[in-house]
């Protein structure tokens, strides 16, 4: 939970509600870890992992839509200032 709060940039509170209710879903699944007894693990499921193909439909739908906005630098430059934005620590 940790893990997943920093690199979602997320309070572990929020983490551990979101998680709680995709488990409630049935979206994830949470397991204990076996190196760490105080660390669990979250992994998708089945049901989860039939959303892919229509989450990379619904990417590659925003990403046609930006390119027909901006141009390949202007993405370029979204691109990266949004990096930079990813590394600022809040």
Same mark, same amino acid.
């Given at each position: 939970? #940790?893990?997943?709060?920093?690199?979602?940039?997320?309070?572990?509170? &929020?983490?551990? &509600?979101? $998680?709680?209710?995709? +488990?409630?879903? /049935?979206?994830? +699944? !949470?397991?204990? /870890?076996?190196?760490? #007894? !105080?660390?669990?693990?979250?992994?998708?499921? /089945?049901?989860?992992?039939?959303? !892919?193909? @229509?989450? +990379?439909?619904? %990417?590659?739908?925003? /990403?046609?839509? @930006?390119? $027909? %906005?901006? &141009?390949?630098? +202007? $993405? #370029?430059?979204?691109?990266?200032?949004?990096?930079?934005? !990813?590394?600022?620590? $809040?």
């Amino acid at each position: 939970m #940790g893990d997943l709060s920093e690199r979602t940039r997320l309070s572990k509170q &929020t983490m551990t &509600t979101l $998680i709680r209710n995709m +488990e409630q879903a /049935d979206l994830v +699944e !949470r397991r204990k /870890d076996p190196k760490d #007894g !105080r660390a669990t693990q979250v992994f998708l499921t /089945d049901r989860s992992r039939a959303f !892919r193909p @229509v989450a +990379e439909r619904v %990417l590659a739908q925003m /990403d046609s839509q @930006v390119a $027909i %906005l901006l &141009t390949a630098n +202007e $993405i #370029g430059q979204l691109k990266n200032a949004l990096k930079t934005l !990813r590394m600022l620590e $809040i």
